[in-house]
C-alpha cells in the first residue's frame, strides 16, 4: 500500500517542530545571562507551536555581537582575563583622587574595561538646549579639520535646521564631516530630517535603519550614544539630542529640560574612538589619522575615561561600574534618570547601601514622557524607600537628565538610563570622572533640584489604590524591554 504525503505532513511538522523548539531551547539555554528572560524565552517556545521558536529566531538572537566582534576584534571578550592593575598603576591612573577612599573603585573599573584613564581633563556642566546648542554652534563654525556627530535624535525642526545649515557651512569650508543618526530615532521627526541631509550634502550614516524582515532581528538594539567631537579635541556628550524641544528658553511646545557636557583634555579621544567604531560598523570606513585623532594636550584637573557599552560586550562596562561604585560608596549616592527601572542586581546594590547608612537620593522626573515606565519604576521605588532610599519626583517640565554621584569625588554622565533598555539592549557611552570639584558642581545642581521636588515616601507608595497598584506591578512584568 502506496503513503501518501498526506499520511507523512503531520509526523513532518511534527519534527519541524520538536527540531525547532529544542534548538532554540537549547541556543536560549547557552546565550541568555539574564535568568528572568531566559526562562521566558524557554516557556514562549515550548508552550507556543512554531510561532515561539521563529519569534526568537528572528527577535531574540544577538546576531549583532558576532558581526560588531568581527569589526571591533575579540577586544571585549577578552575583559576577564585582563590583569588587575598593580597598586602603583592604580595610583598612576587616579592622579588627583583620594586613593584610600576610592582605590579599590579604579583597579575595578579598569578590571571591567582596560580602557585608561586620562587625567588634566575639563569637563563643564551645559544645561538645557539654551545652553548647550549655542557652545556646539560655535565649536561647529570653529572646526577646521574634522567633525564627528552621533545622536539618537536629530529632529526636523528649527534647532536641527540651525545644526544642518552649522555643517553644510563646514563642509564648504573643507571640513570633514561625519553624522551616525540612529535608525529609529530618525524617524522621531515627521517628516524626517534625512531628506535636507541629502539636499546639503552632509556625510550622514544611519545605525541600523532598514526594516526589512531580515533586518528585523537589530530592530530592539539601537545606537543611543550622544557624542560630538570636533577636530578631535574639543567633544561634547551626556544625553541631550537635537531638538527644539530642548530650548526652554524658547517655550516650546514640550519642553525637556537636560543636561549637557563640554568636554576638553584627552579623554576627548575616548569620545573620539567610540565614535570611529561604530561609524566603521554601520558604514565600513575607517577613520584615522591626526584629523581625527590629534595629540591632545592636558586642560584640567578631572581624572575620567569613556565607557562604551553594547549588546556586542559580553560584560557592560556601564552597568558593572555602576555596580561598584554603590559598592564602594561610603557617604552618599545620588542618581538623576528619566527612566528608572533597573534590574534586580542592581536594585539589590541600591538598597544595600541604603541599608549600611549610605545617603541614597533618587531624582526623578514628576512628568514622564513614557507614563508606562514610570508606572514600571513605583513598585521598584517602593521597595527601595523601604530600604530608606529617599524618593524625590522633580516638578516642572520633563527632566531628561542622566547622572550619578559618589561621596563628592566621583561621577557618571553620558546618554545611559537606569534601565535594562540602556544596560542591555541599547549602544550607550558614558564618562566615568574622579574628581572633587566637577563633582562638587553636580551635586550641587541636583541639591537645587531636589530643594523644590516632591519627596515620595514609603507610605505614599504603598498606600496607592489597589488599581493603581496592579496596574504598576502588571507594567513592571515587562521591564525588560521598556
Known amino acids: 500500500m502506496e503513503t501518501g504525503f498526506s499520511d507523512i505532513w503531520p509526523f513532518l511538522l511534527a519534527f519541524i517542530q520538536f527540531g525547532g523548539m529544542a534548538g532554540a531551547a537549547v541556543h536560549v539555554l547557552l546565550t541568555k545571562t539574564d535568568e528572568r528572560a531566559a526562562a521566558g524565552w524557554v516557556g514562549f517556545v515550548v508552550l507556543v507551536p512554531f510561532v515561539g521558536w521563529i519569534v526568537y529566531l528572528v527577535f531574540g538572537v544577538n546576531r549583532i555581537q558576532r558581526r560588531a566582534r568581527v569589526l571591533r576584534g575579540e577586544k571585549h571578550d577578552m575583559l576577564l582575563l585582563t590583569p588587575l592593575p598593580t597598586k602603583e598603576e592604580a595610583r598612576a591612573a587616579e592622579g588627583v583622587i583620594r586613593l584610600r577612599e576610592l582605590e579599590g573603585l579604579a583597579r575595578f573599573g579598569q578590571k571591567i574595561l582596560p580602557e585608561s584613564f586620562e587625567q588634566g581633563n575639563a569637563i563643564g556642566v551645559l544645561l538645557n538646549g539654551d545652553e548647550a546648542y549655542p557652545a556646539m554652534l560655535e565649536a561647529l563654525a570653529k572646526a577646521e579639520r574634522s567633525i564627528a556627530i552621533s545622536t539618537y535624535i536629530f529632529n526636523n525642526d528649527s534647532a536641527g535646521e540651525r545644526f544642518v545649515d552649522a555643517l553644510s557651512d563646514a563642509m564648504d569650508r573643507g571640513v570633514r564631516v561625519r553624522l551616525l543618526i ?28 532598514s526594516f526589512m524582515p531580515w533586518q528585523m532581528p537589530y530592530l530592539n538594539m539601537r545606537n543611543h550614544q550622544k557624542i560630538f567631537v570636533v577636530d578631535g579635541r574639543h567633544g561634547f556628550t551626556g544625553g541631550m539630542n537635537i531638538a527644539e524641544g530642548n530650548m526652554v528658553g524658547n517655550e516650546p511646545r514640550k519642553p525637556i529640560h537636560d543636561s549637557h557636557f563640554r568636554v576638553e583634555g584627552p579623554v576627548v579621544a575616548h569620545l573620539m574612538h567610540t565614535f570611529a567604531h561604530e561609524w566603521n560598523f554601520t558604514t565600513g570606513e575607517v577613520l584615522e589619522g591626526e584629523d581625527w585623532f590629534p595629540e591632545i594636550e592636558p586642560a584640567g584637573n578631572v581624572v575620567a575615561r569613556g565607557l562604551p557599552a553594547g549588546p556586542d560586550m559580553g560584560l557592560n562596562p556601564i552597568r558593572w561600574t555602576l555596580l561598584g561604585a554603590l559598592a564602594e560608596a561610603q557617604h552618599n549616592v545620588r542618581i538623576v534618570t528619566p527612566y528608572f527601572i533597573p534590574d534586580s542586581t542592581l536594585r539589590t546594590n541600591i538598597a544595600l547601601a541604603a541599608m549600611r547608612g549610605v545617603i541614597v537620593d533618587i531624582v526623578l522626573p514628576q512628568t514622564n514622557n513614557l507614563p508606562f515606565c514610570d508606572w514600571a519604576s513605583t513598585p521598584i521605588l517602593t521597595g527601595l524607600a523601604r530600604s530608606g532610599c529617599r524618593i524625590w519626583k522633580t516638578s516642572g517640565p520633563f527632566n ?3 547622572m550619578m554621584t559618589v561621596d563628592g569625588m566621583w561621577a557618571m554622565i553620558g546618554s545611559a538610563n537606569w534601565d535594562d533598555r540602556s544596560l542591555r539592549l541599547n549602544f550607550e557611552f558614558n564618562l566615568e570622572c574622579y574628581g572633587s570639584e566637577f563633582t562638587h558642581e553636580l551635586d550641587q545642581l541636583i541639591e537645587r533640584r531636589i530643594s523644590t521636588a516632591h519627596p515620595l515616601s514609603y507610605e505614599e507608595l504603598a498606600n496607592r489604590s489597589l488599581p493603581l497598584r496592579i496596574r504598576d506591578s502588571f507594567f513592571r512584568l515587562a521591564s525588560p524591554y521598556l
Do not use: C, T
Not at 535608525?183 to 552632509?202: D, Q
Open 182 to 209: 540612529d535608525g529609529v530615532g530618525s524617524w522621531y521627526s515627521r517628516p524626517s530630517l534625512i531628506p535636507l541631509l541629502e539636499k546639503r550634502g552632509i556625510d550622514y550614516a544611519r545605525f541600523l535603519h
Open 400 to 402: 531628561h537628565s542622566k
